[in-house]
């Protein structure tokens, strides 16, 4: 009977473990690079006669600027892009021969269980501060008022949990709403994220009690900033089960702990 609870722990672990290497590269391949090689803005400035050779091969830089977006040195990252930026290179290949192939590699090293699912999350919110530094565009074009239901996914800042983000994401697209996953780590990216853009919902996932503090007034201001005046903001997060705390004390439509009624939720919206 022990045997049998071992073996089936070791299966459930397995299993999990299979969901989140499946999950960390549906973030990297279905919303990193997609949003950002789609992006018109890039398209055109890809099609430039002194950028569009230049993806043969990755920047000697390579593998030091992934090892320290792996290990969340934002001032190594910084100075790395500096450095670049100084020999003259151009943000396009910055953005193309260094950024692109590090977060596919951080993608494979996560598939080969060479790195963890925090190295993942820190390299990528790194890449996402410079990508911001270097101007890009990265959506495909402003999300606008449609049939569809339009949804933001985020972590409150603080931490980058992204695991429940995109599970919940990806039953929100079951359902047929448009998702977008924000892969921002502070309060105004992710205000600027919303600005204008127009989204039904916003969802804000919560994992740490001390995030608490500030999350009334992130929704105050991502209700104010937001394209959409009468946007939903839901409340979800690990933190949720542990405290006893009601949705209007942030200011927010509704907390969910877990993703069917987060999907509830969902239904009940887009059905007014």
């Known amino acids: 009977m022990s045997k049998l609870s071992s073996q089936q722990r070791l299966m459930d672990t397995s299993s999990a473990n299979d969901e989140c290497q499946e999950s960390i590269q549906d973030v990297i391949s279905q919303q990193l690079i997609p949003r950002l090689l789609n992006s018109q803005i890039y398209s055109e400035r890809l099609a430039l ?22 290990q969340g040195d934002s001032l190594r990252v910084n100075q790395i892009v500096d450095s670049l930026s100084a020999q003259g290179l151009t943000q396009e290949r910055i953005f193309l021969d260094l950024i692109t192939p590090a977060a596919r590699h951080l993608g494979k090293l996560w598939e080969s269980d060479l790195c963890s699912f925090t190295d993942v999350t820190c390299g990528l919110a790194l890449m996402h501060h410079v990508i911001y530094r270097l101007g890009y ?57 919303v600005a204008n853009e127009w989204f039904d919902v916003i969802g804000i996932s ?7 503090l500030q999350l009334k007034s992130l929704v105050q201001k991502l209700r104010e900033s937001s394209g959409n005046p009468n946007a939903k903001i839901l409340l979800g997060g690990p933190i949720f089960m542990l405290v006893h705390v009601t949705a209007d004390m942030f200011g927010a439509d509704l907390i969910s702990t877990n993703a069917p009624h987060a999907v509830s939720f969902l239904k009940s919206f887009a059905a007014k």
Not at 149 to 157: D, G, I, K, N, Q
Not at 206 to 212: F, G, H, K, P, R
């Open 206 to 212: 919560v994992a740490l009690e001390s995030q608490l």
């Open 49 to 70: 006669p002194e950028v569009s050779g230049s993806n043969e091969a990755a920047l000697l830089e390579f593998d030091d600027f992934t090892d320290a977006c792996r």
């Open 137 to 193: 565009e990265f959506r495909d074009g402003p999300t606008v008022k449609g049939e569809q239901t339009s949804v933001m996914m985020c972590c409150a800042p603080g931490s980058m949990h992204l695991l429940g983000v995109s599970i919940v994401g990806d039953l929100f697209r079951r359902e047929g709403a448009n998702v977008v996953i924000e892969i921002s780590s502070s309060e105004q990216e992710l205000v600027r994220a």
